[in-house]
């Protein structure tokens, strides 16, 4: 039987606890599931390196093994830069999460051009330059796992949330061509599918500037009233950050894993069984996105 490979030499798959240790990156590590994740994996015992945007401490007790650094995802020297750094430090990197996300609300006419931009620069073209630099790494190690953070709003647009939604859609096809591209390397991706949660993300979502004064008016009101009351009573950010390292502590089993309730569950299934024009009528009563007689 074929040894495991697990720090960057073979080990056994009785080896110490020393040799179960990872090295793990976590992109958007400062709240939500980044954090949720972060905080788990380094009280197990794992290496951590948090990138945010926003600086933070790590728990006490947990300053040796959860390191964080302020870091723009936005930026290719800063992203090349942070790797290159936990390259020379560590020698490899075994977990690479890419979680860092933003939010936009608007209609897909009344959202410019640029506030798209800047939203893909995140939430896509972030990833994008992660993979960019680690890869190269894991590749040379021969092993690797690679935990896209994408949205049950990958599968389901929600009205209003297009240029989010779309991005989220995005992350699911590169995430399926990382996989196949990366699989003969030894090289695992895998996709974490949250529903709506209880995170700073409610309130650190942004508006369109067309959107104030909206011509969707009431709809527009309405559908997002139902959006930010689902997310405030939605999962814990701590429910994603659990699946995150479970994954992390086995081995990719599936390549999607769809973390909601059962109702948005069961949802995204509907789709691609009944009519879609059907599905979009109930959907739509749904998210209070029926029109006003």
Same mark, same amino acid.
């Given at each position: 039987?074929?040894?495991?490979? &697990?720090?960057?030499?073979?080990?056994?798959?009785?080896?110490? *606890?020393?040799?179960?240790?990872?090295?793990? !990156?976590?992109?958007?590590? =400062?709240?939500?599931?980044?954090?949720?994740?972060?905080?788990?994996?380094?009280?197990?015992?794992?290496?951590?390196?948090?990138?945010?945007?926003?600086?933070?401490?790590?728990?006490?007790?947990?300053?040796?093994?959860?390191?964080?650094? *302020? &870091?723009?995802?936005?930026?290719?020297?800063?992203?090349?830069?942070?790797?290159?750094?936990?390259?020379?430090?560590?020698?490899?990197?075994?977990?690479? !999460?890419?979680?860092?996300?933003?939010?936009?609300?608007?209609? !897909?006419?009344?959202?410019?051009?640029?506030?798209?931009?800047?939203?893909?620069? &995140?939430?896509?073209?972030?990833?994008?330059?992660?993979?960019?630099?680690? !890869?190269?790494?894991?590749?040379?190690?021969?092993?690797?796992?690679?935990?896209?953070?994408?949205?049950?709003?990958?599968?389901?647009?929600?009205?209003?949330?297009?240029?989010?939604?779309?991005?989220?859609?995005?992350?699911?096809?590169?995430?399926?061509?990382?996989?196949?591209?990366?699989?003969?390397?030894?090289? *695992?991706?895998?996709?974490?599918?949250?529903?709506?949660?209880?995170?700073?993300?409610?309130?650190?979502?942004?508006?369109?500037?067309?959107?104030?004064? =909206?011509?969707?008016?009431?709809?527009?009101? =309405?559908?997002?009233?139902?959006?930010?009351?689902?997310?405030?009573?939605?999962?814990?950010?701590?429910? /994603?950050?659990?699946?995150?390292?479970?994954? /992390?502590?086995?081995?990719?089993?599936?390549?999607?894993?769809?973390?909601?309730?059962?109702?948005?569950?069961?949802?995204?299934?509907?789709?691609?069984?009944?009519?879609?024009?059907?599905?979009?009528?109930?959907?739509?009563?749904?998210?209070?996105?029926?029109?006003?007689?």
């Amino acid at each position: 039987m074929r040894d495991r490979r &697990v720090t960057g030499r073979r080990v056994s798959p009785g080896g110490n *606890r020393e040799d179960r240790r990872k090295v793990i !990156v976590i992109t958007g590590a =400062s709240s939500g599931f980044g954090r949720a994740a972060a905080e788990t994996l380094a009280e197990a015992g794992h290496r951590v390196y948090g990138l945010s945007v926003d600086s933070a401490r790590p728990p006490r007790g947990l300053d040796g093994r959860l390191r964080h650094a *302020r &870091v723009d995802i936005r930026s290719e020297k800063a992203v090349r830069a942070a790797i290159l750094g936990i390259i020379r430090t560590e020698k490899r990197i075994d977990v690479l !999460v890419n979680n860092a996300g933003v939010g936009i609300a608007g209609a !897909v006419d009344e959202t410019s051009t640029d506030e798209a931009r800047n939203l893909f620069d &995140v939430n896509l073209w972030g990833l994008h330059r992660l993979c960019r630099h680690v !890869v190269p790494q894991m590749r040379r190690q021969g092993f690797g796992t690679i935990i896209n953070v994408s949205s049950l709003a990958g599968f389901q647009a929600i009205p209003f949330q297009g240029i989010y939604s779309a991005s989220k859609h995005a992350i699911e096809a590169m995430s399926e061509a990382l996989s196949m591209e990366l699989k003969p390397f030894g090289i *695992r991706v895998c996709v974490v599918e949250p529903g709506d949660a209880a995170t700073s993300f409610t309130r650190n979502r942004l508006y369109s500037r067309q959107s104030r004064g =909206s011509a969707y008016g009431g709809t527009f009101r =309405s559908v997002m009233r139902t959006v930010e009351h689902d997310e405030e009573t939605g999962i814990a950010a701590e429910v /994603v950050g659990a699946c995150i390292a479970r994954i /992390v502590d086995g081995r990719p089993r599936r390549f999607r894993y769809p973390v909601g309730n059962a109702l948005q569950r069961l949802g995204i299934r509907l789709k691609h069984v009944v009519p879609y024009a059907l599905f979009e009528w109930g959907a739509m009563r749904v998210f209070g996105a029926v029109p006003k007689p």
